[in-house]
């Protein structure tokens, strides 16, 4: 026999064996079972989500001989000659290539005539959009009026192309992408089905390679096992894909954390010997910063299968969350400009000494250490990494205040920096209190529209106006609520509520001092000699929009 491919070998013939888009099942289930048959269906979606496997199974439901069902039986004559494409009463019809209106008056005169051997006429029209607007008008008569013997099946991947008229005369469901998740599974139980040895990795690349098509997912596995010699791995896929090692990515970041360019710019020149692609490599590199965001706000999104979780973790103690957004914008950019690019190295490493050039101050989170018993060992809340650079050095320098780094974690607890931190003091201020703060990001925003109601030894009451709620967000509470511990060098307890702010806010504040500078600076230009000479003398103009003060 000859070799059918998986994709075809694969294709669900019912509803039960279909993956994924149970919102559609649902609903042509429902049908099925109601008796509440449409004339015209259209379905929408990328390619290889399912639209014509679809049609052809509710082309099974509609004329299986064992009645109208959900559950075609897959044994009649209908169902098997549907199945192999020969069913008499099923035209499936490619507008790509039978585009004009004479090819659809054919389909329509056709159309009202009784059908031979099945139960309705069902009509599937694949990639609908391509047919002329001569052809679309034709079929409007009698997708509004069909003989009750006949069923319209519509698939396209651009709906926007297809007239309002039409659409409106049909009843459209729309196929989702597969999630990677989804399709891994789906390939994992075929393989197990065909014996054929496979390892995870090597599905997680086919099904991210797939980008949410199944049909793509099987035609890249059948490619994967061609080329591992019937034997699916990693490293064979990698190859086959041209995929970016992680390792790679991890190695850069790594860098990145330490300030070290020369290290980020040899990492690029060992992805060029080997001939990776840079542009799927910023792919990598957008996709891995979006997962580094995530563990840091919703650490449980991060699959526990997934073999580079430690590492994503890990980097998301390490970096802070502003500095990984302004990365992913990076790498977004980066990615859009590489065609520009004299060639791809360049482009590449010019989007790295851009992350390097762009990184905030402060970026990577320092390494603290902790006021304990000399007698108790504490294990470090984050591992810092070995030899950090010259720029790392300076950076933790910087915010422990220049205090040379212990040999051990443990510190005794009459140290003076301990000292310092317990001296201390709130006056009242909190507007000054937010500007000393070590705060960035939304933590920051939120301290800035907050009100101090009240303050009682370590009772601390706070108010956030109505229009600020969303910065309510418990990731930000906590980031404030710790610098403010870290301050004052002991615990605080801190309640930020909703309500009427009544005094000003230190962003109010800022912005009323903004304001009086600006007002300050446009007098001071009005006022200088040569301006007024110019205004009276030349009738010039003042534009204040352009003024802005010196800081």
């Known amino acids: 026999m000859s070799y059918q491919v998986l994709a075809r070998k694969w294709r669900p013939k019912s509803f039960t ?6 919102h559609v099942v649902k609903a042509l289930s429902n049908a099925l079972e109601q008796q509440r048959l449409h004339h015209a269906y259209l379905f929408t979606g990328t390619r290889g989500v399912g639209k014509t496997t679809i049609a052809r199974i509710l082309s099974k439901s509609l004329n299986c001989e064992t009645g109208i069902t959900v559950t075609p039986c897959g044994q009649c004559s209908a169902c098997r000659e549907i199945d192999s494409g020969r069913f008499v009463d099923l035209l499936e019809l490619d507008a790509a ?31 609908v959009h391509m047919l002329s607007k001569a052809a679309f008008n034709s079929m409007l008569k009698t997708l509004e009026e069909p003989p009750e013997h006949v069923k319209f099946i519509l698939a396209t991947t651009d709906p926007q192309k297809i007239p309002v008229t039409v659409l409106s005369r049909c009843l459209q469901f729309n196929l989702k992408q597969m999630p990677p998740l989804l399709i891994v599974g789906h390939l994992q139980r075929i393989l197990g089905e065909e014996g054929i040895q496979f390892d995870l990795p090597s599905m997680q690349l086919v099904a991210r390679a797939a980008q ?101 973790i890990e980097l998301a103690q390490i970096f802070k969350p502003e500095a990984i957004q302004l990365y992913y914008q990076i790498v977004l950019h980066g990615r859009k400009e590489l065609g520009l690019a004299p060639d791809e190295l360049v482009g590449f490493n010019m989007t790295l000494l851009r992350m390097l050039a762009f990184t905030p101050e402060y970026s990577v989170v320092p390494v603290r250490t902790l006021s304990v018993s000399s007698s108790q060992n504490v294990e470090p809340a984050m591992k810092p990494f070995s030899a950090p650079s010259a720029g790392a050095v300076a950076v933790i320098k910087a915010e422990a205040k220049e205090i040379e780094a212990p040999s051990e974690l443990s510190v005794e607890p009459d140290a003076p920096q301990n000292e310092a931190v317990k001296k201390s003091q709130f006056d009242g201020n909190w507007h000054n209190l937010v500007n000393i703060l070590n705060l960035g990001g939304m933590a920051r925003m939120l301290a800035q529209h907050c009100e101090l109601k009240r303050q009682d030894g370590n009772i601390w009451e706070l108010c956030v106006p109505q229009e600020h709620k969303h910065l309510l967000e418990r990731a930000y509470q906590e980031r404030l609520k710790t610098a ?34 600006q007002s300050e600076a446009i007098a001071s230009i009005e006022q200088d000699p040569f301006v007024r000479e110019l205004v009276e003398n030349f009738d010039a103009k003042v534009v204040e929009s352009s003024i802005k003060p010196i800081q």
């Open 212 to 312: 949410g098509s199944m049909r793509d997912a099987l035609s890249l596995l059948d490619q994967a096992i061609a080329y591992g010699g019937g034997v699916v791995e990693e490293q064979g896929v990698r190859s086959m894909l041209g995929a970016i090692d992680q390792s790679y990515l991890f190695t850069l970041l790594k860098a990145l954390s330490e300030n070290d360019g020369a290290g980020m710019l040899a990492t690029a020149q060992q992805m060029a010997v080997r001939s990776l692609s840079f542009d799927a490599a910023l792919q990598d590199l957008g996709m891995l910063l979006h997962q580094i965001a995530l563990a840091q706000t919703i650490q449980e999104a991060i699959a526990e299968d997934l073999p580079e979780r430690d590492q994503i």
């Open 484 to 517: 403010v511990n870290e301050y004052l060098g002991s615990p605080q307890i801190i309640q930020i509520n909703i309500g009427e702010v009544v005094g000003l806010t230190p962003a109010q504040l800022n912005n009323q001092e903004k304001q009086e500078r």
């Open 17 to 22: 064996e279909l993956v994924g888009q149970e």
């Open 97 to 127: 290539s039978n585009t004009g209106i004479d090819n659809m008056r054919e389909v329509l005169d056709n159309a009202q005539y009784a059908p031979t051997s099945g139960r309705f006429k069902v009509y599937i029209i694949d990639e």
